[in-house]
């Protein structure tokens, strides 16, 4: 029930702090001293900030076996790590070009698939009718 959700959302919370944890040494290590000096080094403190935040998090929610509602803002603060795929996307115009499109087209891609799913909903009706009709001519 309800203690077996629990716990696989604290496994889940400990495998994201692990993975950040091992992205930020594994960034460490690989800029050296431009981890903190270069040019992406606002990225690299925002992630030592919300790997901070994930641990106290953790630590807090552990001490008083539950969950501070303060602690629960840090939780959206730990979205924002999605904002990092932005800055890869301008290596790849290409792709920045087709996402927003898609974007912009979100409505009319579902009116298209509607319409799309209409059209083959009446084609299968039609040839399971037909289906059903030789079977009942067969049969008389």
Known sequence: GDQ????????????LLAWLF?????????YGIDFFFGPLWKWNLFDMCILFACALEIIVSQQS????????VLRIVRLGKALQAVRFLR????LQKMLI?????????FWAF?????IM????VLIMNGIVGSFG????
């Open 91 to 94: 290596f790849f115009h290409g």
């Open 137 to 140: 001519k067969a049969r008389l």
């Open 65 to 72: 076996g539950g969950m501070s509602s303060a602690f629960k």
């Open 101 to 109: 499109s898609l974007a912009a087209c979100v409505v009319t891609l």
């Open 22 to 30: 091992m992205e930020l040494c594994i960034n460490a290590m690989g």
């Open 4 to 15: 077996g959700y629990l716990n696989t959302l604290n496994v889940l919370q400990y495998l």
């Open 121 to 124: 909903y009446c084609v299968c």
């Open 114 to 118: 509607l319409v799309m799913f209409i």
